[in-house]
């Protein structure tokens, strides 16, 4: 009975109204409190980090892992770790600002020693050959918040970086917790040391009414000039 009310235009369009004011979502407060509080709640990392995206990042990172010989990884924004069961790394490192993720990481990889999780407060001086960002910098809404992950991301990296995001700072209506950065800006400003010497476009590109399974994200791997 439920979804025939649904499928009823003015019925279903009423019923989701009064929904909305007897349960309001909650306001928005800041971007560490946005992904504590969706963890606690039982929610996910989102779509990018599931089916056909987190593959293609899968396809993507594996085979740059391989072919650099790369042997130890970090990233910043573990999340809920399903898309890290797509990768395919020596030795990893997981950061997250959620305890509710990261205790879910280590019960999911617990019988693998190659990874780890940790609280980012707790990222310290710890470094690796190559540090990933994968769908975190939109989510940076606070200007505080997200120069000090970039700063943090490119401190740990000893060879290179690979950001897979939206490289894109206009005005968009996104929801609350996303707001894209042109932070190739911010590279060339704060760390000219790395050079960007790969773009990959994004295999499934954003297509309207398809967001659980296309992205504006693209990759952008960056080497550190002494490397």
Request: with cysteine; glycine share 6%.
């Amino acid at each position: 009975m439920r979804n025939i009310i649904k499928q009823i235009p003015i019925i279903g369009s009423l019923a989701r109204s009064i929904k909305k004011k007897l349960f309001p979502a909650e306001a928005f407060t800041t971007s560490e409190e946005y992904w504590i509080k969706r963890y606690a709640q039982g929610g996910n990392s989102g779509a990018g980090s599931y089916n056909n995206l987190a593959a293609f990042k899968g396809e993507i990172l594996n085979s740059f892992v391989a072919r650099h010989h790369i042997k130890s990884v970090i990233e910043f924004g573990c999340g809920d770790g399903n898309q890290l069961t797509y990768f395919k790394f020596p030795a990893y490192t997981g950061f997250d600002v959620s305890e509710v993720a990261i205790n879910n990481c280590r019960n999911l990889f617990k019988d693998d020693s190659s990874k780890q999780f940790f609280h980012v407060s707790q990222a310290g001086s710890h470094q690796a050959e190559l540090t990933l960002s994968l769908d975190v910098i939109y989510h940076l809404i606070e200007d505080t918040t997200y120069h000090t992950y970039m700063t943090q991301l490119f401190a740990a990296s000893t060879h290179y970086v690979i950001i897979y995001a939206c490289d894109d700072d206009q005005p968009h209506h996104y929801a609350p917790h996303v707001k894209t950065r042109k932070f190739t800006n911010w590279i060339k400003q704060f760390r000219p040391d790395f050079h960007l010497i790969e773009f990959i476009p994004n295999q499934f590109p954003l297509e309207a009414g398809k967001s659980s399974s296309t992205s504006f994200s693209d990759f952008f791997i960056y080497q550190k000039a002494s490397a």
